[in-house]
């Protein structure tokens, strides 16, 4: 097996593995040269280096990717357990027989809130259909059923659903039999109410009985 050397000069030579460790002349320049096989100890270690270094770097890359994986993944959970949070809230009302938060602030009895003429004013037939209102109420019960002495619908003792809400306005249907009416219910506060009827433009107040 020969030994490749090039000397100074440039001049490429092949020994013979025979001479290693001898010196020899260059044919062309006459400079001494020693004969020596090249040696690859140093590119073996270069060579064993390198893919630790390369691996280093894939496991850095793949921690970072973890950590980015397991930030998605918490963001994710959140989202998940804020949509399953108000999934939940929604569920509530419509397992409880109504789509709104609003079903529960108007249970209860409320009574025609009628202020006094004032004295000297002409009446109209909007203050007259409000005086027959004094004294009457609308009562709302939890169990969905309804009693109704006002004079906003023919039903006197029926039941209510939600069917629809809006803000704070409810609309709940009243029922008796075939006959049904409908009711814009606006929340003003836990204790007053304006009702008014689907098929009038005239607004009622109503306040919480005691």
Known sequence: MAIALTCD???KLNVKDELEGKRIKC???????LVESASNDDDDGDEEETPKKKSGKKEQ??????ALYAAVGAVVV????????????GGYFMLNGGGSPLEAKIVGKWTAEVPP???GANMTPDDIMKMAFAGSHIEFKADKTVIDATPMTPILLGKW????SKADVITVELSQGP?????DIKVVSNDALKITPADSKSEYDFKRAK
Request: glycine fraction near 22%; aromatic fraction near 0%.
């Open 9 to 11: 000069c440039g001049k």
């Open 27 to 33: 044919p062309k320049c006459q400079s001494s040269l």
């Open 61 to 66: 890359k793949k921690g970072g990717g973890m």
């Open 78 to 89: 959140l989202l998940g357990c804020c949509c399953l949070g108000g999934a939940g809230t």
């Open 117 to 119: 003429p004032k004295k």
């Open 161 to 164: 659903k939600t069917v629809g």
């Open 179 to 183: 006959i049904s009416r409908k009711l």
